[in-house]
Nanobody, 125 residues
């Protein structure tokens, strides 16, 4: 049984930082793309960041480039999203997701097979 469990969300002031974690069980990262998406109230789910199965390539939405950083710890089967210089518009529920093995498209939510339950990030201005 595959499980993705996010943690680390919370309330933070603008310009602050948070680190989200996604602990995975039942899968290994080595052959998958691991991604972070977010959904704000009244808006569609949008891509935030992804890390390729080889671990060597990262992808970011333009809105977070230079502020957010995705990484993984294979030994802990955990993916992280370091979020710096947070803005009010970053407020959303953040979801961790995993593609099937050997997937190559990181931006499309429909390509991801497994999703976590989400963690709320609220940035106060």
């Amino acid at each position: 049984q595959v499980q993705l469990v996010e943690s680390g969300g919370g309330l933070v002031q603008a310009e602050g930082s948070l680190r989200l974690s996604c602990a995975a069980s039942g899968i290994t990262f080595s052959t998958r793309v691991m991604g972070w998406f977010r959904q704000a109230p009244g808006k569609e789910r949008e891509f935030v960041a992804a890390l390729s199965w080889s671990g060597g390539r990262t992808y970011y939405a333009n809105s977070v480039k230079g502020r957010f950083s995705i990484s993984m710890n294979n030994a802990k089967n955990t993916v992280y999203l370091q979020m710096n210089t947070l803005k009010a518009e970053d407020t959303a529920v953040y979801y961790c997701a995993a593609t099937p093995p050997y997937a190559s498209e990181p931006y499309d939510a429909a390509r991801y097979s497994y999703w976590g339950q989400g963690t709320q990030v609220t940035v106060s201005s």
